[in-house]
C-alpha cells in the first residue's frame, strides 16, 4: 500500500501569492514523522521541514509551514511569498517505525514571474 | 566540510556487470541511507544503517549489497546488473535517532543498465 500520497503532478504560483502542496499518508503507527524536500532542477535534496506525529503545534520553518491535521493524515506543505527560487520538485516523505523511510511522488512547482 | 560525497557521478553498465557505489561523509553522522531515485517517482529506501558495523535493509533491498566498517564510509554493491536498476542512486546521512529525519543528500549517482 502506498504509504506516501502527492495527488498534485504539478502546480504553479504566481510570485509572492503563497501555495499549498498536498500530502496524504498511511501509517497505522502511533510514533512517526512528516517531512517535506526540495528537489531543484540540479537534483540535489534539501531539507525543508519536519513534523513529529506528537508535536502539538504546526512546524515552521521561516517561509515554510506544514499544515499537520492528524485524523485526516495529512500533512500540507505551504510555502509563503513564494520566489522564484522555489521552482522545483517537492517530496513530502515519511519516516516509519524502525527506520523506514517512504517518499511520495513528488510536486512539480513552477513560480510565474 | 565537504558533506556527503558519492562517486562515481555517472555510469554505464552491461547487464550482468557488477560495480559499487562509494558514499562518505565527513559529519561524523552515525546514520546512512541508501536511496534510489527512478524517473518521474520519489526516492525509496534500499539499505541503511545505524552505526558502524549495523546495517538494516529497506524497501527495496534485492539485487543489492552494503556494508559499513567505517562510520564514514557506506558503499553499496551492485551484483549481476539489470536494466531494472537503471536509476538515480543517493546516499544520505543523518544525525542520531533524534533527528533522522534531517537527512544530508550527496549529489547522486546517475546509472544505467543496459
Known amino acids: 500500500a502506498q504509504k506516501i500520497t502527492q495527488t498534485q503532478p504539478g502546480m504553479f504560483v504566481q510570485e509572492k501569492e503563497a501555495v499549498t502542496l498536498d500530502c496524504t499518508y498511511d501509517?497505522?503507527?502511533?510514533?512517526?514523522?512528516l517531512f517535506w524536500y526540495k528537489q531543484p532542477s540540479s537534483g540535489e535534496m534539501i531539507f525543508l521541514i519536519y513534523q513529529g506525529s506528537y508535536d502539538q503545534q504546526n512546524a515552521t520553518e521561516g517561509r515554510y509551514s506544514l499544515n499537520f491535521q492528524k485524523a485526516r493524515k495529512s500533512a500540507n506543505l505551504v510555502i509563503s511569498a513564494s520566489q522564484l527560487g522555489d521552482s522545483a520538485m517537492y517530496f513530502c516523505?515519511?519516516?516509519?517505525?524502525?527506520?523506514?523511510?517512504?517518499f511520495g511522488t513528488g510536486t512539480s512547482l513552477t513560480v510565474i514571474p | 566540510n565537504a558533506g556527503v560525497t558519492q562517486t562515481p557521478k555517472f555510469r554505464i553498465l552491461k547487464i550482468g556487470q557488477s560495480m559499487t557505489l562509494q558514499c562518505t561523509q565527513d559529519?561524523?553522522?552515525?546514520?546512512m541511507y541508501w536511496y534510489r531515485q527512478d524517473p518521474g517517482m520519489g526516492l525509496k529506501l534500499i539499505y541503511y544503517?545505524?552505526?558502524?558495523?549495523?546495517?538494516d535493509k529497506g524497501e527495496v533491498p534485492n539485487g543489492y549489497n552494503v556494508s559499513r566498517s567505517t562510520t564514514e564510509d557506506f558503499p553499496l554493491r551492485l551484483e549481476l546488473a539489470a536494466p531494472s536498476q537503471t536509476s538515480v542512486y543517493f546516499c544520505?546521512?543523518?544525525?542520531?535517532?533524534?533527528?533522522?529525519?534531517?537527512?544530508?543528500f550527496g549529489p547522486g549517482t546517475r546509472l544505467t543498465v543496459t
Open positions: 516523505a515519511m519516516r516509519a517505525v524502525g527506520n523506514q523511510f517512504y
Open positions: 501509517t497505522s503507527d502511533p510514533s512517526y514523522g
Open positions: 544520505a546521512s543523518s544525525y542520531g535517532a533524534h533527528r533522522t529525519y534531517e537527512q544530508y
Open positions: 559529519m561524523n553522522h552515525n546514520y
Open positions: 544503517s545505524v552505526g558502524a558495523g549495523i546495517t
